[in-house]
Structure formats: C-alpha cells, structure tokens
C-alpha cells in the first residue's frame, strides 16, 4: 500500500534528482529549489497533457527558459550547472492555465566548459532542448564578433556578464543564425 515516492504531490520545496514531482498548476507557476554541489549536465523536463507548459531555470550565471523544446508542448532543457543553488520554475505558456503536471531532473556527468578564442571555431552538437555554455576573456577594448551558425536549426545567442543578460540575438547572422557584435 501507500504511495511509490514518484507519486508524492509537491508544489515547492526541493526538486531532487531522479524523483519525478507531480502537482497541479492552479494560475501561479510553482517554484522548486535544485542544489547542484558539483558541475555536472542536467536534464530538466516539464510535461502537461493538460496546457503548454513553460520551464524556467535561474542561479549562479544561468538564466534560462524554455516552452516546447520537450516533445509536442513539453518543455526540456539540458546544460551545463555549476555548484550553487537554482530556482527551477514550472509555469505555462498562457499563465492562466490549470491542470497536473510532471517535473523532472537528471543528471549526467560534465566536462569542463569550452573556451572561446579569438579568431578560432568551436564546434559542437546539440540535442533538442540543450544549450551549451562558453567562456572568454575580453584582454582589450576593441569591436569583437561572435557568431553562431547552424544549418539544422535557428541559432540563439545570450551573452551574460555576471550572471546577468547584457546582449542577446536571434538572427542578425543572416537566415537562421546568431550574431553579437559590440
């Protein structure tokens, strides 16, 4: 008898890993806490049959969304945390929906984060609903470029200091591709 522990209803406290949460969105998004005590690669996922739901992240320099990067109006987002405490946020699209939905994180061991350098390419591979993180150093004041091409899909681009979004594109590479210039 009782309850298995994926089928516990939680509208806030601690999101852990591997433990599916299950509660009803009643109009305010509900907001669970993730404690990442070491960089790894996190697989947040968020499902309704009932609305389009909407996934937020926010921590240490990460400020990321996401709507239907699951399958159909799910949403799923997969990168890169480094240690520290995240508000992982379950909402939808509308903001003014009800119904049951399902939260979940997984994790997968990281490597370390790609750094950029001028004048070089860095290629990658992602999977729908993941976003990678890099780093660079700005040495001197000048006009710097970064580009981000695909042909399998449009490019977005955020450029955070701090933590905080200072600059951010969609399509100003041409087509479907991303550019920052500053």
Same mark, same amino acid.
Request: charge should be negative; avoid cysteine.
């Given at each position: 008898g009782g309850f298995a522990a994926e089928n516990w209803l939680q509208n806030d406290g601690d999101? *852990?890993?591997g433990t599916p949460v299950r509660y009803?969105?009643? =109009? *305010?998004a509900n907001e669970y806490r993730l404690v990442v005590a070491e960089r790894a690669r996190y697989e947040?996922?968020?499902?309704?049959?009932?609305?389009?739901?909407?996934?937020d992240v926010a921590g240490p320099n990460t400020r990321l969304s996401d709507d239907d990067?699951?399958?159909?109006?799910?949403?799923?987002l997969i990168v890169v945390l480094d240690p520290g405490t995240y508000t992982v946020t379950a909402g939808d699209i509308e903001e003014n929906f009800a119904g049951m939905?399902?939260?979940?994180?997984?994790?997968?061991?990281a490597g370390e984060p790609a750094r950029l350098a001028p004048g070089a390419t860095q290629e990658a591979t992602l999977v729908e609903g993941e976003q990678h993180r890099y780093?660079?150093?700005?040495? *001197?004041? =000048?006009?710097?470029?970064?580009?981000?091409?695909?042909?399998?899909?449009d490019s977005m681009l955020l450029l955070l200091r701090d933590g905080e979004p200072v600059n951010g594109d969609d399509d100003s590479g041409g087509e479907s591709n991303a550019r920052l210039e500053g």
């Open positions: 999101l *852990a890993v009803m969105l009643q =109009g *305010a947040l996922s968020l499902e309704s049959d009932d609305y389009d739901v909407r996934l990067g699951g399958e159909g109006t799910d949403s799923r939905y399902t939260l979940q994180a997984k994790v997968s061991p780093a660079f150093s700005v040495g *001197a004041r =000048g006009s710097y470029t970064i580009d981000m091409r695909s042909s399998q899909f």
